[in-house]
């Protein structure tokens, strides 16, 4: 970010190629869906060239991009939640979304039958419970486990003390252990 901020526009591929990948996951997982996802990274990365000079050191970079990515999934939400119809851009009722997806690979490249079968109800499974927590749970739990934040960056980001950021990914992560316990006995079986 210093070499963008001193002229060197090489500088602002190098944080683009960096960044966009695991902040285009952390959207997606936000909005649950692709163009949305995409259209919010572009405009994150439209905020960091107009804003550049702004930006102060004295916090992480990822901070500073992801707390803009939050702002702006929480601006189409709260857009979203104004309009009366569907989006033309959301898939049909049935279709998947693009983009990658929890559990997409397995540890054995060629899954029999049955297991892939099962993998794909553990898939759906997952991401439903992922999808029914609570905003303030969900939003840790992705950035946390999707982006691999820690905690204190998480913190800085969302804007509460650091105990409160762990107190809601201790409280998403028992959640998801009761709604996902049914695969419980599954996955003693493959040990």
């Known amino acids: 970010m210093i070499r963008f901020q001193s002229g060197d526009r090489s500088a602002f591929a190098v944080l683009l190629r960096r960044h966009q990948s695991p902040l285009y996951n952390f959207a997606l997982r936000h909005l ?15 905020r960091v060239v107009q804003s550049a000079a702004e930006f ?24 979203g939640a104004l309009r009366r119809h569907p989006s033309l851009d959301a898939p049909k009722q049935g279709e998947q979304g693009e983009g990658p997806t929890l559990g997409e ?20 499974q ?44 201790r409280y998403a992560l028992e959640r998801l252990q009761v709604a996902l316990s049914d695969f419980e006995e599954y996955a003693r079986a493959l040990r």
């Open 126 to 169: 997952v991401l439903a419970a992922v999808a029914e927590l609570p905003d303030e749970q969900r939003e840790v739990f992705l950035m946390r486990e999707i982006s691999n934040l820690p905690f204190k960056e998480i913190a800085r980001i969302v804007g509460v003390p650091e105990n409160t950021v762990k107190s809601r990914m």
């Open 56 to 79: 102060k050191h004295e916090a992480r970079f990822s901070t500073w991009l992801y707390t803009i990515t939050r702002n702006l999934c929480i601006d189409h939400l709260r857009k």
């Open 105 to 124: 690979q397995t540890a054995d490249p060629r899954p029999n039958v049955e297991r892939a079968a099962a993998s794909g109800e553990i898939r759906e």
């Open 32 to 46: 649950r869906s692709a163009p949305s996802a995409e259209e919010v990274v572009q405009e994150a990365f439209v």
